[in-house]
């Protein structure tokens, strides 16, 4: 859903209940939406379901829609919320608070100062190395997970993260370093573990 | 590998963000790239945060949905006669 992929969709036409329109915006939509399913459930199953209620959410509210934020921003927000709830009902939490609470500035410090920058893109990005990363992407906590998905999977501005998320665009810095550092550790030990017995030999 | 991690580096690592999204003003950027010019381990970290984040950029590979997937959201929304039109 990144600018350029952005297609201009009649608001009029959506609001009078052109269906036609509404099934155009479906399918210049899901892929992103069904994404974010996917990286916040982890599962397909889960991911269908939030795709499938974001639609219905929306269409049921299209007539609320003033058009303020982009029609991606206010589809992205329905997206997100789709997901937290599933994920809190799964958890079997009530605990609405977490995702929105203050959090401290504190960014955990690196520790593994690994280079495995030079490892081929096939390597990094074929079947353990995928695995690898998922992992990483999967344990990050829902808050962080979230903005970055949008941030840097999607390619979602900072200030339109912050709209979607209903955060202040210094929280959504925040957690967006954070994620990124919490990521970078994870990899870093990770091919830290496997470059390790070469660099011995070679040393 | 120093173990400590200096005032410096922590300072950097708080900007580093938004120096590898090219956020920075000029000046702090040129504070931070003489930093990383005599700091290995800052340099390591930029470096695998970035390529962290290209892996995951190139990772999810603008896909279309599964047609399946495509067909039940239709048919939920009562759409599924625009099936046909595909994009
Ligand atoms: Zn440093």
Redesign the pocket.
Known sequence: MSDSTTQEFSLEALRSGDRAEFARVMDAYSAPIYRLGLKMLGSQQDAEDVLQNTFLNALTHLKDFEGRSSLSTWLYRIASNEALMLIRRKKNTVNLDDFHSEETEDVPLPEVFVDWTALPEDELLSGEGKNALDAAVNKLPESLRMVFVLRDIEGVSIRDTAEILNLTETNVKTRLLRARMFLRERLSTYYGERLAPKERTNG | MADHY?E??QA?LGSLSEYIDGELPPNLCEEIEK??EG?E??RVVLNTTKRTIDLVRVEPAREPIPDDVRERLFLRLNLDDFLEQKK
């Open positions: 200096h410096n580096c950097l930093h990383l700091c381990n800052c």
